[in-house]
């Protein structure tokens, strides 16, 4: 038992090293288009990971994920290029403010659930999409912030591809033990069953408002990294369409999957490109998409492979991905 | 010692007197039941004692100290847990992580951020579920097990607390009769090898009769009747509660 749970561990491992060994190896063998794109990805993968954390393990809906990733986006974005303060500044400062908003948003929000948290935690980004929507002094208004910079080494694609990679995987490791902790189990109680997760001892609203701003921490390192990677910083970043992405790209993957988001966030990215060179309407066919993937995968894309191997690598149940 | 004292609790729901001055004592290491016909106030009160419900007015006193109006969660880690009548269990966690997961709870431990909870109080858990057999399904997922199985995994819950008062509200309910002799006979071992003190209540007379210390009748949010079984068995007035009551005398 504790053995085979110590080789489970070993094989992830292995399945993680691979994975990252792709990535590092893959820029090498494409096109700057690619790897743009690629850049894009993992920095959205962080995002959705990000915001899964309190949607998928903690059965949060928040419609308003957008607003820890556009203030860490003006927050990188002021202080490299308004106050001239080196990048890694702004990288510490991006979810240093992020989460503090999260805290204080968060404290208003886990009074309400379900449809009230969801349509409270869309409200509150919405009133801060309007104040750097409006604060044209401080925040450029409409315009943005443009002309973010990066440092000399990071000038090129690639190397901005490995910067954000690098960054992103650091993110991933420390919310995947993040995950498997018991405060991370704690949130998956009170997902299941709040009632019951109370009478064991666990304080439920306030682990769901560490876990609400330890996820606006990551998002605000995601949209830092944004930031600069599209070099300028727009209100657009924390409007509500934006916090419907790692929604979808939850649901798209997988959310009761560590790597669920992520796979989402490819999938998610690739479709758009796909379906963009075709049609105007590349939102409409998402729609469908994920209104097929919802009613025919409820699990989504990683749920689904999950179910399909478990029964091929061994007939063992529940022990490798119980979410 | 007394354990747990309750005195003079009340709760009302609109109109309905649902807990009408409730007064209970509990030893400590006693192993003791409560009885009442359906809508006699009996989970209501273990609501109150567990925090779930704040009493209108009363109190409730454990070790000595007051715990009326407290949070559940601060009741549990005080050393009162609880088994559910209705199956209350986390569905997609599975056995064994959910009792790892209450042993972690008891101790104050899940604020832990970076710790592999996997393999954490790893043989604990699994004493516990030795303890209520379940042990061979450690790995199966809550949801998965069968309907009897789902209660034992909601006494392992409590159990796995470290409480020391357990309550049990109707630990045999939808059970079959080999399933109930088990669970007796669990009730009894945890009484006798952990210490822990029992306070259950139930519809099977022959189980509340068969291992009570002491029975406590509850009839209209009231207490008509407390003693040993033999005593409560010859009672008239519980006679009376519970005529053309199924089979229950």
């Given amino acids: 038992m504790a053995e085979n749970s110590k080789s489970f561990w070993r094989s992830g491992w292995l399945w993680a090293g691979l994975v990252v060994l792709g990535l590092v190896v893959y820029p090498q063998l494409v096109s700057r288009y690619y790897i743009v794109l690629s850049t894009e990805v993992v920095i959205l993968a962080l995002l959705a990971t990000s915001y899964n954390l309190i949607f998928g393990y903690g059965g949060m809906v928040s419609f308003g994920h957008a607003a820890f990733f556009g203030l860490g986006a003006y927050a990188m974005a002021l202080l490299t290029k308004n106050y001239g303060y080196p990048m890694l500044v702004g990288l510490l400062a991006a979810p240093v403010v992020a989460a503090a908003c999260a805290f204080v948003i968060g404290w208003f929000c886990m009074r309400t659930i379900r449809l009230y948290f969801a349509l409270l935690s869309l409200a509150f980004a919405q009133l801060l999409y309007v104040i750097v929507f409006q604060w044209y002094e401080f925040t450029g208004g409409s315009d943005g912030i443009q002309g973010v910079p990066r440092p000399e080494i990071l000038g090129s694609y690639a190397s901005y591809y490995y910067f954000g990679l690098a960054i992103t995987l650091i993110c991933m490791v420390l919310m995947w033990f993040i995950v498997n902790s018991p405060f991370g189990w704690s949130l998956r109680a009170i997902r299941e069953n709040t009632q019951r997760s109370q009478f064991l001892g666990i304080n439920d609203r306030f682990y769901k408002l560490i876990a609400f701003t330890i996820a606006g921490a990551f998002a605000g390192v995601a949209g830092g990294l944004y930031a600069q990677f599209q070099k300028w910083a727009d209100p657009e970043l924390l409007f509500w369409t934006t916090s419907a992405n790692p929604v979808l790209m939850s649901i798209l993957g997988g959310m009761f999957n560590f790597v669920g988001p992520s796979v989402g966030a490819v999938a998610f990215v690739a479709l758009r490109e796909i379906i963009k060179v075709r049609t105007d309407y590349w939102p409409l066919v998402l729609g469908v998409v994920l209104l097929t993937l919802v009613l025919v995968l409820p699990g989504g894309i990683v749920g689904f492979v999950v179910e399909k191997a478990r029964p091929l690598i061994s007939g063992e149940k529940g022990e490798s991905q119980a979410p | ?249």
């Fill in chain 2, 1 to 249: 010692m007394m354990l747990l004292q309750i005195e003079n609790l009340m709760k009302a729901f609109g109109g309905f007197q649902a807990t009408d001055g409730v007064d209970l004592s509990v030893e400590k290491g006693s192993l003791r039941s409560l009885i009442g016909p359906n809508g006699a106030g009996k989970t209501t009160l273990f609501n109150q004692i567990t925090g779930y419900l704040v009493p209108d007015s009363g109190r409730v006193v454990f070790k000595g100290e007051e715990i009326t109006g407290l949070h559940p969660y601060e009741i549990s880690r005080k050393g009162i847990t609880r088994a559910f009548q209705i199956i209350n269990i986390f569905p997609r966690l599975t056995v064994l992580e959910s009792v790892q997961l209450a042993i972690l709870a008891k101790r104050g431990d899940t604020l832990k951020c970076f710790a592999p909870a996997k393999r954490m109080v790893w043989d604990e858990a699994m004493a516990v579920l030795e303890t209520v057999g379940l042990a061979e399904r450690a790995t199966a997922l809550a949801r998965e097990l069968s309907h009897g199985d789902q209660r034992v995994l909601e006494l392992a819950l409590a159990l796995a607390g470290e409480p020391e008062l357990l309550l049990l509200d109707e630990p045999m309910a939808g059970m079959s009769p080999f399933e109930r002799v088990k669970v007796t006979e669990l009730i009894q071992k945890i009484h006798q090898d952990r210490g822990v003190t029992v306070l259950f209540c139930e519809h099977d007379m022959d189980v509340v009769f068969g291992i009570s210390e002491k029975v406590t009748v509850l009839h209209q949010g009231r207490v008509i009747a407390e003693g040993p079984p033999e005593e409560i068995k010859r009672n008239e007035e519980v006679h009376m509660v519970y005529l053309g009551q199924s089979e229950a005398m």
